[in-house]
């Protein structure tokens, strides 16, 4: 695969408008002893940050997502994608890195706690409109 490398800040319209379509998500977080951990999420990206909720906020205290994140690992890798087509085969993605903070929102599951992740890598491939061509990803490295 190539790399076009960009230095530039937020995601652009065409990776917005893919992730408004998209619903699930998936987090990876890290236990304090070095545990990874992967959990399909609902999201909502806000176009500066993205915000993984739940529906009830007795079951968000209780997951590793919330506990690795409390527990000062506040690193994590989000990853949303799909497939277009298999015939041709046409896979999407944008896939995050970032840092994360458990805060007070009213997003998608309604008031409570939610944890915002604040992407400083992302990646983009198969997505309309970036003008790739099959098998390139889009890299940006700097998000203010």
Known sequence: MNAIEEEVGLLSEAETNYLKSQRLARIATVSKSGRPDVVPVGFEYDGKYFWIGSHSQDIFF?????????????????VVDDLKSVDPWHPRCVKVYGTAEVMEHKGIFGPGKYLRIKPSVTWSMGIDGLD????????????P
């Open 62 to 78: 209780r997951t590793n997502k919330y506990r690795n994140i409390k527990s000062g690992n506040n690193k994590v890798s989000l």
């Open 132 to 143: 790739l061509k099959p098998g390139e990803f889009r890299l940006k490295t700097v998000h």
